[in-house]
Nanobody, 128 residues
Framework: QVQLVESGGGSVQSGGSLRLSCEAS????????MGWFRQAPGKEREGVAA???????TSADSVKGRFTISQDNAKNTLYLQMDSLKPEDTAMYYC??????????????????????WGQGTQVTVSS
């Protein structure tokens, strides 16, 4: 069992930056696939960015060039650096994990059904 705790959300103006963190309760990053998702009110949860156990990353077209996923294995922490934020980025952001990354692919890595463990989320609000 893995517990995931997100932090770093907040309110920011359009064009600003935030860095989200996801701390895992146990060492995960050498054997787990990790991802960031978001859910806006009235919308389905969508994949934002993902990283495989060997460091391969992928991101949604809507955030390419603006968001960067990374991990610090020594700290058991996953990050999402968000730059050039837009009002449409406003959502609850969730961290997710899956043990076993053998079949990692860029399609599945951004799908909610690929993941087993989820955090409680951190709110990001971007004002215009």
């Amino acid at each position: 069992q893995v517990q995931l705790v997100e932090s770093g959300g907040g309110s920011v103006q359009s064009g600003g930056s935030l860095r989200l963190s996801c701390e895992a309760s146990r060492y995960t990053y050498s054997v787990y696939c990790m991802g960031w998702f978001r859910q806006a009110p009235g919308k389905e949860r969508e994949g934002v960015a993902a990283i495989s156990s060997d460091g391969m990353t992928t991101s949604a077209d809507s955030v390419k060039g603006r968001f960067t996923i990374s991990q610090d294995n020594a700290k058991n922490t996953l990050y999402l650096q968000m730059d050039s934020l837009k009002p449409e980025d406003t959502a609850m952001y969730y961290c997710a994990a899956r043990s076993g990354c053998t079949y990692y692919n860029t399609y599945s890595a951004l799908r909610t059904w690929w993941y087993v463990y989820w955090g409680q989320g951190t709110q990001v609000t971007v004002s215009s």
